[in-house]
Antibody, heavy 126, light 106 residues
């Protein structure tokens, strides 16, 4: 059974960098067939896709966040991470990591985000 | 960017009702659409991908249809466990979620 677990500081000061890690169990982030994804949800609002890293290390980011986001992986720890720089109060949200089942290089090979972490709340405040 | 617009934002229904949620894409996304259910304080749960393919373990009262720019999620015979918020999500160009539709008890 694949499980994902987010971890990281729950409070970040404005202008600093938000750093979160997603620990993966039951699957290898280095095996083909998955996009390791970050999504966030502002309080009382909808879901916002942040970006993903593929098994090969390729990254894709939401254009609206691209200048501030880095998603990286640590295969030795079987985890992947999110860094969001220059945060403001608008970055206060629940942050989820998820696995997108993606077995090729076209949308026809995508089977949705089938495994999610429980989410972690990050508040940006001084 | 592909924008996803869901309607209605809120839907009031009773147990046993048939409900339909609509999702419209700002451009042609083919069949590359997923639906998720989210309950308060929980992570979303995948229901449907490729517009109409039911994820394993999802009850058959859920169904999806559509292609191009118009999609729908239908729940036949609404059950108490189905009162939740539903999101569509396109994966044709990056990834974008709709704003969500809350199905509440009438």
């Amino acid at each position: 059974q694949v499980q994902l677990q987010e971890s990281g500081p729950g409070l970040v000061k404005p202008s600093q960098t938000l750093s979160l890690t997603c620990n993966v169990s039951g699957d290898s982030i280095s095996s083909s067939g998955s996009h390791w994804t970050w999504i966030r949800q502002h309080p009382g609002k909808g879901l916002e896709w942040i970006g993903y890293i593929s098994y090969s290390g390729t990254t894709h980011y939401n254009p609206s966040l691209k200048s501030r986001v880095i998603i990286s992986e640590d295969p030795s720890q079987n985890q992947f991470s999110l860094k969001l720089s220059s945060v403001t109060a608008a970055d206060t949200a629940v942050y989820y990591c998820a696995r997108e089942d993606y077995r090729g290089n076209a949308p026809s090979y995508c089977y949705g985000m089938d495994v999610w972490g429980q989410g972690t709340t990050v508040t940006v405040s001084s | 960017d592909v924008q996803m617009t869901q309607s209605p934002s809120t839907l009031s229904a009773s147990v046993g009702d048939r409900v339909t949620i609509t999702c419209r894409a700002s451009q042609n996304i083919g069949n590359w659409l997923a639906w998720y259910q989210q309950k308060p304080g929980k992570a979303p749960n995948l229901l449907i991908y490729r517009a109409s393919t039911l994820e394993s373990g999802v009850p058959s009262r859920f169904s999806g249809s559509g292609s191009g720019t118009e999609f729908s999620l239908t729940i036949n015979s609404l059950q108490p466990d189905d009162f939740a918020t539903y999101y569509c999500q396109q994966y044709n160009d990056y990834r974008t979620f709709g704003q969500g539709t809350t199905v509440e008890i009438k």
